[in-house]
């Protein structure tokens, strides 16, 4: 089972940056995937970001594309969220979450860490 931690989340000004962090523990495969989700109050949780952990396969959710960046460092076992151009839309628990292979339901979540973009 993996574990993650997810750290980085603040108060920020619209237009502002933020780069959250989740660091993974435990047993990784090159076919995890990692992903970031975000949950707002009162709304269901929204798909961010995902890539592979060996590989290139990366997606974006369509409400962050051209102002997120998902990165890895396996040395590091860690998940970089790079996101710029923050709206208060994008206020919200962020989640960093595993799974192994693309057809499985993610099965390892952090505790989250909030994120709130002000105006």
């Known amino acids: 089972q993996v574990q993650l931690v997810e750290s980085g989340g603040g108060l920020v000004q619209a237009g502002g940056s933020l780069r959250l962090s989740c660091t993974a523990s435990?047993?990784?495969?090159?076919?995890?995937?990692m992903a970031w989700f975000r949950q707002a109050p009162g709304k269901e949780r929204e798909f961010v970001a995902s890539?592979?952990?060996?590989?290139?396969?990366?997606e974006y959710g369509d409400s962050v594309k051209g102002r997120f960046t998902i990165s890895r460092d396996n040395a590091k076992n860690t998940v970089f969220l790079q996101m710029n151009s923050l709206k208060p839309e994008d206020t919200a628990v962020y989640y960093c979450a595993a799974r192994v292979g693309v057809l499985n339901k993610y099965d390892a979540w952090g505790q989250g860490t909030q994120v709130s973009v002000s105006t």
């Open positions: 890539i592979r952990w060996s590989g290139s396969t990366i």
């Open positions: 435990g047993r990784i495969f090159s076919n995890h995937y």
